[in-house]
């Protein structure tokens, strides 16, 4: 699933392609992708045609396009979802499930395979009221994130996993499986140690490195990844140290990475790096 470095890289291209233009036409051939108040296509193409995108803006890892006359298009490309701007007239892709023209004779294409992505639109106050949004923790980059704020939210889950809980959202928002495995392995912590149970100085080196970690793949545009891509089609270039990387050698000692599962989710660590 693409975590906050890669709808970040995202968000700046389309930011940068799409702000100021008008929507045209809008085709859904995967309805079921519609959340929300208006799931019914017609209604959604209708309320959606003439608006113009204002702004492309990011809260964890849902994009917000904030649209004129107060409408709002809140979307998640959960674990498949690709969004590509591309000219209208350019072939169909496979799994294309929602499109958007643009007066400027570009579309934005929202492209799924497992059609398990989200689309909602909204007015201000609904987005204001949406649940996983009021319920989500502090963004990493904001000043209001300090270590005390991560060991405060680590602590309200004392005795979880710290990888458990840096994949919940309420937790910090938008770090997901990959960077809480490359975070844990910088900061040396091991992912199944009680959330609860950090020092003060643990904390602060967590809370540093997955501010690290965020940055350093934000700029390499995300990670590289078959199912990731940006608005231009490009993949990331950050390389993970040990997400994915099972079995092979730690890059800082050399001792064979080991892989567990964490409330399902595979997590990779280095056994004599992190305690
Ligand atoms: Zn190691």
Not at 3 to 32: A, I, N
Not at 104 to 111: A, I, P, T, V
Not at 191 to 210: K, M, N, Q
Request: hydrophobic content about 35%.
């Amino acid at each position: 699933m693409p975590e906050l470095p890669e709808v970040e890289t995202l968000r700046r291209g389309l930011e940068r392609r799409l702000t100021g233009r008008v929507v045209t036409r809008v085709r859904v051939p995967v309805p079921k992708m519609l959340k929300g108040r208006v799931v019914d296509p017609e209604a959604f193409a209708a309320a959606l045609g003439g608006r113009r995108i204002e702004s492309v803006g990011r809260r964890g890892k849902h994009l917000i396009f904030r649209l004129d006359c107060g409408y709002y298009l809140l979307l998640h490309l959960k674990m498949r979802g690709q969004l590509l701007v591309v000219p209208r007239d350019l072939e169909e892709g496979k799994y294309l499930a929602v499109a958007l023209e643009m007066e400027d004779g570009s579309e934005l294409r929202f492209h799924d395979m497992w059609t398990w992505g989200e689309l909602r639109l909204m007015t201000e106050a609904e987005l204001a009221a949406h649940p996983s949004l009021k319920a989500m923790g502090l963004e990493p980059f904001s000043d209001e994130w300090t270590p005390q704020a991560l060991q405060r939210s680590l602590s309200r889950r004392a005795r979880t996993s710290v990888k458990a809980a840096l994949l919940d959202q309420t937790v910090v928002a938008g770090v997901g499986n990959i960077y809480a495995d490359e975070s844990l392995f910088r900061a040396g912590i091991g992912p199944l140690r009680p959330a609860g149970s950090l020092t003060d100085v643990e904390a602060s080196r967590l809370h540093r490195e997955i501010r690290c970690v965020l940055a350093e793949a934000t700029g390499d545009g995300g990670t590289t990844s078959d199912n990731y891509v940006d608005a231009d089609g490009r993949t990331g270039r950050y390389a993970p140290r040990v997400y994915e990387r099972a079995g092979q050698p730690c890059v800082r000692c050399g001792t064979p990475l080991t892989r567990i599962k964490v409330t399902g989710r595979g997590t990779v660590y280095c056994p004599s790096c992190q305690s």
